[in-house]
């Protein structure tokens, strides 16, 4: 992916208006769909209106992120859609109903022939986890190809996997919890940036944002939206704020000194860190230069956990304690 998504909002690909729409909340990324919410009736007109709304969107801002959801597999449509879209401006597929790594791999071969084709190189893979079978194989499809670039963790209440697992929604989304956390954990250990599933809720803005909140606490580091009035929430949600951009800031420069001075463990505005506290600082500010999220390793281009923020309560210098010891 070109860059960690925070906010990636869904278009059904027959409603170019709704496109420009989506184009003007400042969604980091726009998904135009040609699966669930096109009429069978209507998948040839919409690929062709996806395609030019691609150059279209593109030419209006060359940095947002462009995006289709193509029709799975056991359609047979998979390659038709791809053939119609993939050109010049387009940065991700975004693939459903895979469940296992040979799927990834049939996603593959054919992107790699309508990308020499298009002239398009580069084109990665958001991977919802949508069936059971999908979460028991969940790690070794985020292993199966360099273009698997970030996957969701389920969580709306009406998709397929609430179907399949049968469970009953709830806004804190306890009921989820295993699901998304095996995701993330296979998301951490492949580089993959890990995204949490949809609010349904479309008014429900405070909810929102507490669930939001809630995923971004577990480690994952963007989201899905059907609903331009969600995108601000979540941009917000899904970037370091000043104040932990300074803290962390301050610790890298902490330690820093520290070590110049042949000491790896010290205090730091209360804290004792080491390191390991080092090496995440690093990766946060790392992440907040390239825009947004949590950067990490991992392929070399995908976020990394962002774990707990400590937020410092005002811009106090750095407290150094080259003891090693601990407030307690």
Request: one cysteine or more; a negative charge.
């Amino acid at each position: 992916m070109p860059r960690p998504y925070r906010s990636i909002l869904f278009v059904p690909g027959h409603k170019p208006a709704w496109a420009d729409k989506a184009l003007r909340a400042g969604a980091d990324a726009i998904i135009l769909d040609l699966e669930d919410s096109v009429p069978d009736g209507l998948k040839d007109e919409a690929r062709a209106v996806v395609a030019e709304s691609i150059g279209r969107l593109r030419a209006a801002d060359p940095d947002v992120g462009l995006g289709v959801r193509v029709n799975g597999l056991a359609t047979r449509q998979t390659g038709t859609d791809l053939e119609a879209v993939v050109a010049p401006g387009l940065d991700v597929v975004f693939a459903p109903k895979i469940e296992q790594a040979t799927d990834v791999l049939r996603y593959d071969a054919l992107l790699d022939h309508f990308e020499t084709r298009g002239g398009v190189e580069g084109l990665c893979y958001i991977v919802p986890v949508e069936t059971v079978r999908a979460i028991h194989n969940v790690r070794e499809i985020a292993l199966a190809s360099p273009r698997v670039g970030a996957m969701i963790g389920p969580t709306a209440e009406h998709a397929d996997i609430a179907r399949e697992v049968g469970f009953e929604w709830t806004p804190e989304g306890h009921e989820t919890l295993y699901l998304r956390s095996r995701v993330l954990l296979a998301c951490r250990e492949a580089g993959v940036h890990p995204l949490t599933g949809l609010w349904e809720r479309i008014d429900d803005l405070d909810g929102l944002r507490a669930f939001a909140l809630a995923g971004r606490r577990l480690g994952f580091r963007g989201m899905i939206a059907i609903h331009p009035a969600h995108v601000a929430t979540l941009n917000e949600v899904f970037s370091p704020g000043e104040e932990e951009i300074a803290f962390y800031q301050g610790m890298v420069d902490a330690y820093e000194a520290a070590a110049r001075t042949g000491d790896g463990a010290l205090r730091y505005r209360g804290l004792h860190i080491d390191r390991a506290h080092y090496d995440k600082a690093v990766q946060r500010l790392e992440a907040a230069r390239a825009g947004h999220g949590g950067a990490g390793p991992g392929r070399g281009r995908r976020p990394g956990p962002q774990g707990q923020t400590n937020r410092p309560d005002d811009d106090r210098a750095a407290e150094i304690d080259t003891t090693g010891e601990s407030d307690g």
